[in-house]
Structures are given as structure tokens and as C-alpha cells.
């Protein structure tokens, strides 16, 4: 097969030339605004380059977790996605919380309700219930312990013995884990309409025009391409490996925004994103909802954001917990 049989030009990002462009004046205004609300802002590493380059942190859901359990600031603005800030408030819930976009979700979330859950239990009480960090604060206040694809395997290895593992909600994930691990689990039937895209035969493809390049995949993949790669990790982890291996260049089997990540922390190696079979990218629709100007904006109205009641942010906080002290 040749690279003729590609069907949209590959995404590459060369190695940057230079100083990064100077902020833009809404950019400005944003860094202002945090100055006087007395605010930090968190960001995800999905999140377009323009809310990263503002943001005090940017990095995984495990490093987002930690920095919004000890932040001291009067206000916690959280670009990701719903889940993510609704964790930053069950940590930390005496400061406001703002979301940029109330309505960014995350598909993966959603496979898996909180009332499907409860009733799994009392069908099942034996089950002791891991639960991916991508899910509801209803789904975390009925699970034993939290884990992220940054910290899964260490969680897992924490579970007593004698328990089931439940994984929920994302298949891939788990049975990731459960193979590194060799720990037996039933598997929620969840998955990130985003990762599931990849396909081994479009990375196979890519990699003929790119012979060179180390494939880097997130673990909400599925197991071929899972399988294929030449290493595995949380967003974050990325970023260690492609700075330490000696390869040049590296596929980036994940969401695209990853990439600005990249690029600022190793700017002398190439990046090219991972393909779809359609598309020589993959972006997470519910992540891009969050923009510059709304980012300006919830500073400026102290709005959306993020609510609950007391009683289940105190239940969903005990498994957050217990994975904050099993990971450090
Ligand atoms: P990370 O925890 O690796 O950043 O992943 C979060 C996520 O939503 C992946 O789709
Ligand atoms: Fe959810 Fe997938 Fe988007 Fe991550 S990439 S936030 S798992 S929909």
C-alpha cells in the first residue's frame, strides 16, 4: 500500500522555529481578569492552544485533580470538561468553580448513569467498584475507589484480593489495565467516542509515509491499537516519554489539542497527529466547547458554575480520596 491510498493529508507538526507568537489581546484581557478575581486557571491538555497558553497549569486529569485539591486562590476556573470540574469542586468546595461551557460533557461519562450503577450493586453487592475518573459525581459517590489512566494499575494492585474488580465506565481502559495487572474484572460497557475512532489500519497507513515515528497511544484506544503501539500512557505521560526516547518523530494516537502540549515542552521533535480512517485528525467536541472568549467571559460574570448538593459531593469525595493517597 502506498501513501497515494491516504485519504487527507497528514497532520505534522515540524520542529518549532523560534518564540511563540506574542498573546493576543483577549488573551490579555483574560490574564487581567484571573489577576483580579484572584483566580487560577486549569487546563486540560485537550484544550485549544490559545485557553493552554493562559492556563498556570495544563496537564492530565490526575495532575488537574491534585492542583485543584491544593489551590489556594479565591476561584478555581476549569477548562475541560464537566467531570473534571465537577472533581475540582468535590476537592476543593468552598471556592467557586467556573466551567467555561456548562454543556461540555464527555460521551464517555454518559455511557455509564448513575442509576444503571446503583442497581448493578444491589444486584451484585460483592463487587468492589473502580471507577475511571471520567464519570458523574452520582457514579463517583456509589464507587470504592477513583483511578485515572495516569494511575490505574497502581490503584488496581491496591484493591483487596478477595473483592471482584467492577471497572467502570470505560472498557478499553480496563482491559488495559487488567492485562497489565492480571487481575480479573468485569468491564463496564463504556468507551470515549473520540478514541475509538483510531483504527489500526489508519495508524498502519500513516506509519508507511512515517517509518520512523514511535506511535504514542492513549489507553480509551481500542486493544489493536492498544496493541501496535509502541507505548501506552495518560496524556501526561506522553509528554515524558517523547521527551526521553531517542526517536525524532512520534504519532499521537489521542485527541489533537495534545499536540500544543507537546510542542511547547519538546519543541525540537515533529508530531503528527493521529488519523482516523476519514480524517488526518481527532478532535473531542465536547473539550473544543470551551474558547478564549468564554474563557474571558465566565472571569468577567463569575459564571457558569459548578453545583451540587453537600451530601453527594461528600460521598463522591471518599473514593477521590482514597486514590489521592494510594497514588502519591
Ligand atoms: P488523561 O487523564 O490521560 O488526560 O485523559 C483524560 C481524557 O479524557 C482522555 O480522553
Ligand atoms: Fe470524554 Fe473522550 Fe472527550 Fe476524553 S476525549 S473528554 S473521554 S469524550
Known amino acids: 500500500m502506498d501513501t497515494a491510498t491516504l485519504n487527507y493529508e497528514p497532520m505534522v507538526f515540524n520542529p518549532r522555529q523560534g518564540d511563540e507568537a506574542p498573546l493576543t489581546a483577549i488573551q490579555q484581557e483574560v490574564l487581567e481578569l484571573k ?32 492542583r485543584a485539591e491544593e489551590a489556594q486562590a479565591d476561584c478555581i476556573v476549569f477548562c475541560g470538561v464537566h467531570f473534571m470540574a465537577e ?4 476537592v476543593n468546595p468552598d471556592k467557586p468553580v467556573l466551567l ?12 455509564c448513569p448513575a442509576e444503571k450503577l446503583a442497581a448493578y450493586k444491589e444486584a451484585n453487592p ?24 495516569g494511575n490505574a494499575m497502581k490503584i488496581v494492585e491496591r ?19 487488567s492485562k497489565q495487572t492480571g487481575r480479573p474484572m468485569r468491564l463496564w460497557p463504556g468507551s470515549c467516542y473520540a478514541h ?7 495508524i498502519e497507513r500513516l506509519k508507511l509515509k512515517f517509518p520512523e515515528a514511535l506511535v504514542v497511544a492513549h489507553p480509551e484506544c481500542v486493544e489493536t491499537v492498544r496493541d501496535n503501539a509502541d507505548e501506552v500512557c495518560s496524556t501526561e505521560k506522553m509528554v515524558g516519554f517523547c521527551r526521553e526516547s531517542t526517536a525524532q518523530q512520534f504519532i499521537v494516537v ?16 515533529t508530531f503528527i497527529a493521529g488519523p482516523t480512517d476519514t480524517c488526518a485528525c ?31 459531593r461528600r460521598k463522591a469525595y471518599l473514593p477521590i480520596k482514597r486514590m489521592l493517597e494510594w497514588s502519591k
Not at 467555561?100 to 455511557?111: E, T
Not at 468492589?128 to 485515572?148: E, F, P, R
Request: charged share 25%; glycine share 4%.
Open 159 to 177: 484493591v483487596p484480593e478477595d473483592r471482584p474488580i467492577l471497572f467502570v465506565p470505560d472498557q478499553n481502559l480496563g482491559q488495559w489495565v
Open 87 to 90: 472533581t475540582a469542586k468535590i
Open 196 to 202: 475509538v475512532l483510531f483504527t489500526q489500519q489508519s
Open 35 to 66: 489577576q483580579s478575581r484572584n483566580a487560577i486557571i486549569l487546563a486540560h491538555n485537550y484544550q485549544v492552544d490559545a485557553i493552554q497558553r493562559v492556563a498556570d497549569y495544563v496537564g492530565d486529569s490526575l495532575g488537574l485533580a491534585y
Open 254 to 269: 489521542t485527541e489533537t489539542g495534545m499536540i500544543h502540549r507537546l510542542q511547547r515542552e519538546v519543541p525540537e521533535k
Open 100 to 111: 467555561p461551557d456548562m454543556d461540555a460533557g464527555c460521551s464517555l461519562s454518559d455511557s
Open 282 to 312: 481527532n478532535e473531542c467536541r465536547f473539550m473544543k466547547m470551551n474558547t478564549i472568549e468564554k474563557l474571558r467571559d465566565c472571569l468577567k460574570d463569575m459564571t457558569p458554575q459548578i453545583e451540587m448538593p453537600e451530601e453527594l
Open 126 to 149: 460483592e463487587v468492589y467498584v473502580v471507577a475511571y475518573i471520567n464519570c458523574s459525581a452520582g457514579v463517583k459517590a456509589l464507587s470504592d475507589v477513583i483511578c485515572t489512566s
